[in-house]
């Protein structure tokens, strides 16, 4: 069964899905692969999936707002935020059950109408309290049993993008979104 038969068989998550307000992220390991690539002077890079960025733009089209919730600090990320209009980014947050309820606070809304995206165990506390949690496939074995979702792309390679599509489709608002960004020509 595909992950979108999966999906439109799951009542429980599309129901879930329904709820979403806010699409919380992880970083490392979510919307990047999980490397880390330092230069000769000692600097880090990271490498974002544009995909996953493109998944996040059209959430964010359709009226819907997006966070990042990471235990490191980086500028990489800021720039990313920044390309993408994301307007909650939580960085250095080692304890994410503190740096959730920040998250709350700032975006307004209840646990219950966050979907987050976590590979490790540092995002249990997170996973446990949101309304749909999910985990790229590559995620730890730990996570995996605690997840609303597993997602069908790694971590840095679609997974986000795949979980954007999730929630656009249970919300009814994959059309607006095609619609936003429409494909080019017709390939009949």
Same mark, same amino acid.
């Given at each position: 069964? %595909?992950?979108? @038969? ?7 998550? *599309?129901?879930?899905?329904? #709820?979403?307000?806010?699409?919380? !992220?992880?970083?490392? /390991? ?5 490397? !880390? +690539? +330092? ?8 490498? $974002?999936?544009?995909?996953? &960025? ?8 359709? &009226? $819907? ?7 490191? %600090? %980086? ?12 307007? $909650? ?10 740096? $959730?309820?920040?998250?709350?606070? !700032?975006?307004?809304? #209840?646990?219950?109408? *966050? ?15 949101? #309304? ?5 496939? @590559? /995620? ?8 609303? +979702? ?17 929630? !656009? ?16 020509? @017709?390939?009949?």
């Amino acid at each position: 069964m %595909s992950g979108h @038969d999966r999906i439109a068989a799951d009542e429980e998550l *599309v129901r879930r899905a329904q #709820g979403v307000k806010l699409l919380a !992220l992880d970083v490392d /390991g979510v919307l990047t692969d999980g490397g !880390l +690539y +330092y230069g000769p002077d000692g600097e880090a890079f990271k490498r $974002f999936d544009v995909k996953d &960025g493109h998944g996040i733009v059209l959430w964010r089209d359709v &009226g $819907f707002a997006s966070a990042i919730l990471t235990a490191r %600090s %980086s500028s990489m990320v800021e720039v990313r935020a920044r390309e993408l209009k994301i307007p $909650f980014v939580l960085q250095g947050e080692r304890d994410k059950a503190k740096g $959730f309820e920040k998250l709350l606070a !700032l975006a307004g809304v #209840g646990p219950e109408e *966050v979907a987050y995206i976590g590979d490790d165990v540092n995002d249990l506390p997170v996973l446990s309290r949101v #309304g749909l949690a999910a985990t790229p496939a @590559d /995620g730890r074995p730990e996570v995996k049993r605690w997840v609303h +979702y597993v997602c069908e792309r790694p971590g840095g390679h679609g997974a986000v993008r795949e979980l954007c599509e999730l929630l !656009l489709k249970a919300k009814g608002a994959w059309d607006q979104a095609l619609a936003i960004h429409p494909p080019v020509g @017709d390939r009949r």
